[in-house]
């Protein structure tokens, strides 16, 4: 598999992924009037009879997937991932192919089709995510060694939503499988699938979780082992972690609480200087972030989360630059200040700890530097450049953002490490150090020689 290391490498009919760089996921469905996260039927063992029950009794009346589009648009979102169907098999659409849905049950609605239309009016990309699972099935538990003919007619259940999520929804730029686990991609003919799926969508993107790897493998990208495949999709999704994948696109998913993807009473929240970093270090190390909320059973996304959004919102209005469309940027030591981005010829300098002394280093940038600016504030920067450092000077004392200040260093070409520079500590041929600690010479003694 090719290695993309550049917006070069990528189809053109992909390129607005890396551009977007941020997009939201959305996890909602009946388990939210339980309140205890989106898994609740199986990690509770809840009775299944009653759990359908209930859930054929919800029924949200302040759904307003415009709302969640405009906050997603204040956020500098742009493209979302919407479940279809999650785990405990509840349909968020008007399926053909089962009663047990949004639309012909209590709610009476597509929230599939409101989504797509209020995502799409408000200039967003829309992503479809659909689990494979369906925890009410027995054949799904019993796989097809045990259950062959229960097997078979489970899978083609599956292949027939897909089919109809991607034909009656107009243009969808990313589906996104999960709960492929415990089977492999020969089980559930995921190669026919993708087929299937190119013929319908030819532009679309495919996620990486289309069946479980060979026995004493990982996947490509580091993820939880959860269904990825090395061979199948288009880009990668590690799961709670940020982790490159460099044979193909990535997004790392993460929650904007503690742990759980679906609405949970009483859920801590991550602040939104945490957010925003796992949205800056998953663009410095050249992917995207997927960041999730889960509505509340009646539809509204909790103001813990628009508070949030919008504070990220403010900065990337001041920022974006340094987000939208950048590549991997770590071309120097920097995590002694932050993280960096770079794009063309300009290196970003996102500074996590401001530390009021008005001047501020980086060491190992081979690049001449042609301009400094303070992209928080649009102020031109003095600086020097050494054979090793570029010192930066006339910072304000006190940050001049809540959030994460940005210096855009414009420089006369591809930004570049010196030799010494280009792995981090504790990479690399550790001789390329030899050089320095010999400067000052080879005793163990303050002002000995040998």
């Known amino acids: 598999m090719q290695q993309l290391s550049t917006t070069g490498d990528i189809p053109d009919k992909w390129h607005w992924f890396p551009e977007s760089r941020f997009g939201l996921f959305i996890h909602w469905g009946p388990y939210a009037a339980y309140?205890?996260?989106?898994?609740?039927?199986?990690?509770?063992?809840?009775?299944?009879?009653?759990?359908?029950?209930?859930?054929?009794?919800?029924?949200?009346?302040r759904y307003d997937p415009?709302?969640?589009?405009?906050?997603?648009?204040?956020?500098?979102?742009?493209?979302?991932?919407?479940?279809t169907r999650h785990h405990d098999g509840y349909c968020n659409w008007d399926t053909a192919h089962t009663d047990y849905s949004s639309a012909a049950q209590a709610p009476g609605r597509d929230f599939v089709r409101d989504y797509v239309e209020a995502f799409r009016a408000a200039g967003l990309r829309v992503g479809l995510y659909y689990s494979l699972a369906d925890w009410r099935i027995p054949a799904y538990w019993e796989g097809?060694?045990?259950?062959?003919?229960?097997?078979?007619?489970?899978?083609?259940?599956?292949?027939?939503?897909?089919?109809?999520?991607?034909?009656?929804?107009?243009?969808?730029?990313?589906?996104?499988?999960?709960?492929?686990w415990p089977h492999d991609q020969a089980a559930w003919r995921s190669a026919e699938l993708v087929e299937m799926i190119r013929t319908l969508q030819p532009d679309i993107l495919i996620n990486n979780r289309l069946g479980v790897a060979p026995a004493g493998t990982t996947s490509a990208d580091g993820g939880l082992g959860a269904g990825e495949s090395r061979l199948l999709g288009d880009f990668g999704t590690p799961e709670h972690h940020i982790t490159a994948d460099p044979n193909r696109l990535w997004e790392s998913c993460q929650v904007s609480t503690w742990r759980l993807w679906g609405y949970t009473i009483g859920e801590r929240w991550r602040p939104a200087d945490v957010l925003l970093d796992f949205l800056v270090e998953a663009a410095s190390k050249g992917g995207n972030l997927l960041l999730n909320v889960g509505p509340?059973?009646?539809?509204?996304?909790?103001?813990?989360?628009t508070q949030r959004m919008?504070?990220?919102?403010r900065w990337m209005d001041a920022h974006g630059e340094a987000i939208y469309g950048s590549e991997a940027g770590e071309v120097c030591e920097f995590i002694t200040y932050g993280r960096q981005t770079r794009k063309g010829n300009n290196l970003y300098l996102v500074i996590r700890f401001w530390d009021r002394r008005g001047t501020l280093t980086l060491g190992g940038l081979e690049t001449p530097v042609r301009r400094a600016v303070l992209l928080t504030t649009g102020e031109e920067l003095p600086f020097r450049q050494t054979e090793d450092h570029v010192i930066i000077s006339g910072l304000p004392l006190e940050p001049p953002t809540p959030l994460f200040p940005v210096i855009r260093l414009e420089?006369?070409?591809?930004?570049?490490?010196?030799?010494?520079?280009?792995?981090?500590?504790w990479q690399g041929d550790p001789r390329r150090m030899t050089a320095w600690a010999a400067a000052r010479g080879?005793?163990?003694?303050?002002?000995?020689?040998?």
């Open 144 to 180: 097809p060694t045990h259950d062959p003919e229960g097997w078979a007619r489970f899978r083609d259940y599956v292949h027939a939503q897909v089919r109809e999520l991607l034909t009656n929804y107009g243009r969808i730029d990313v589906i996104w499988f999960d709960g492929a």
């Open 35 to 61: 309140g205890r996260g989106e898994q609740v039927l199986f990690r509770e063992h809840l009775d299944q009879r009653a759990y359908i029950a209930a859930a054929c009794r919800w029924n949200p009346q």
């Open 296 to 305: 509340t059973a009646d539809g509204e996304l909790p103001l813990e989360f």
């Open 411 to 425: 420089c006369a070409a591809s930004p570049q490490p010196r030799s010494w520079a280009a792995d981090r500590l």
């Open 442 to 450: 080879s005793s163990i003694y303050v002002n000995r020689e040998g």
């Open 66 to 83: 415009r709302h969640w589009a405009a906050v997603a648009r204040q956020a500098g979102m742009r493209y979302a991932v919407f479940t």
């Open 310 to 313: 919008a504070e990220i919102g």
